[in-house]
């Protein structure tokens, strides 16, 4: 049996996500085959991830495109290679590292039926019955005006003809999400697909990030990864306001937003932060898997805020393997896991007196230890094992802390 997957994306977390999800089909004895855009074979901030896929013997070929950003023409044309891909034998397996893209777009693939196909559903949408306080619903920082999305991605999921189903955010299938996740997609026989050891496992954090990535190394510090534009995404808006709140707290607390999209021209990979006031450090330029792991371990707190309905994020998963506190919105279902004394704390993300009140309490509750990544969602091994159909998930395989909310570990 060959499995092949195919991610023409070139932006957020889909580029790693599929080459982590090649690894497990690798790591389970299927022959892997991985299909990248052109963009990310030749960059050098993700050279480490795609380096430990070959390492463990994943094929990688280009896609034949440059790559595609997150729209919905580039979830049409996903749907589409996965319909029409050529190289299949019957009994071979082709898997979609996120179907979401093509849910949105209104497009889903339909391959051979001699063919097994899986597909990953990162948020399906179960969540939007949440009701917030009543502050942020006055707001409008819901997301309810997706509903009618919602609705219709939820169809259209229900007529892809998978194999299997998974979906990788614990609220869905563990905890509070569960009863209203299998009341609209209990047909799908979903399994839960941990993401556990995607930021972590087989990578060693860059030594002294602080100071290789030009930040201050003394004081605490808030640390903001990823693809960050300059708008407001991920909340930034309402912790710009926070800030000086926190600064007249904590007058050498130090914030650093790190990171840019992976097609950005021209990186200058030895780049430093640049001061920006007010104890703000930015470093416009694609992290390395070490790099984010190593500044995020060094950081008194990870920043992982959406100021809409969402599911958890990858960051807040990374901060917690490596025992950092994580910020995350009340209106986000990552509440249901980060909570206070259970490796978060939550803010309301239409208030700036909320947003400083968590950061210095995470600044005070900070802890140097790194906690094992393997401890949590049974670590690459468990992935690997759900991902092969040998095992499924339940709310006995979280920590205690996370499935009662106390501090003890």
Not at 34 to 46: F, G, M, Q, T, V
Not at 64 to 88: F, L, M, S, V
Not at 98 to 107: E, P, R
Not at 115 to 122: F, S
């Amino acid at each position: 049996m060959t499995t092949f997957i195919y991610e023409p994306i070139m932006v957020g977390h889909c580029p790693t996500f599929a080459l982590w999800i090649s690894r497990l089909a690798r790591a389970n004895g299927e022959s892997t085959v991985l299909y990248l855009a052109d963009s990310i074979l030749e960059s050098e901030a993700l050279e480490p991830n795609v380096n430990l896929a070959r390492e463990a013997g994943v094929e990688i070929r280009s896609a034949g495109r440059e790559g595609e950003h997150y729209t919905h023409d580039a979830g049409r044309i996903a749907a589409e290679w996965y319909t029409n891909q050529r190289e299949t034998s019957p009994g071979d397996r082709l898997i979609v590292p996120t179907v979401d893209l093509m849910l949105k777009s209104g497009h889903v693939p339909a391959p051979s039926s001699d063919v097994t196909l899986d597909i990953i559903v990162h948020q399906p949408g179960s969540e939007v019955g949440l009701i917030p306080p009543w502050a942020m619903l006055r707001r409008g920082r819901t997301g309810l005006r997706r509903i009618k999305g919602v609705r219709k991605r939820e169809a259209l999921l229900k007529s892809i003809q998978a194999n299997h189903t998974f979906v990788i955010d614990p609220h869905e299938f563990l905890g509070p999400g569960k009863r209203r996740f299998m009341r609209r997609f209990g047909s799908l026989d979903p399994r839960l697909l941990p993401i556990g050891t995607l930021n972590t496992e087989g990578y060693e954090p860059t030594p002294c990030a602080r100071r290789t990535l030009g930040l201050p190394t003394e004081g605490p510090m808030l640390v903001i990864v990823g693809s960050i534009g300059r708008g407001d995404g991920k909340g930034r808006s309402v912790l710009q306001s926070a800030w000086s709140e926190v600064r007249r707290s904590v007058p050498n607390a130090t914030l650093a937003v790190l990171g840019d999209s992976i097609d950005t021209r021209k990186i200058d990979n030895d780049a430093t932060a640049t001061d920006e006031g007010n104890g703000v450090f930015r470093l416009a330029r694609v992290l390395s898997q070490p790099d984010m792991l190593g500044i995020a371990s060094e950081g008194s707190a990870v920043w992982a805020v959406r100021d809409r309905v969402e599911g958890m994020s990858s960051i807040a998963d990374m901060a917690l393997h490596l025992g950092r506190p994580v910020i995350v919105a009340k209106i986000n279902v990552s509440a249901a896991w980060f909570t206070p004394g259970a490796g978060g704390e939550l803010i309301d993300p239409g208030s700036h007196r909320s947003v400083a009140r968590a950061i210095l309490r995470a600044f005070d509750s900070s802890e140097p230890e790194c906690t094992p990544a393997q401890s949590y969602f049974g670590g690459f091994e468990g992935s690997v094992e759900a991902l092969a159909g040998r095992r499924r998930f339940t709310s006995e395989d979280l920590p205690a802390r996370l499935r009662n909310g106390s501090a003890g570990r």
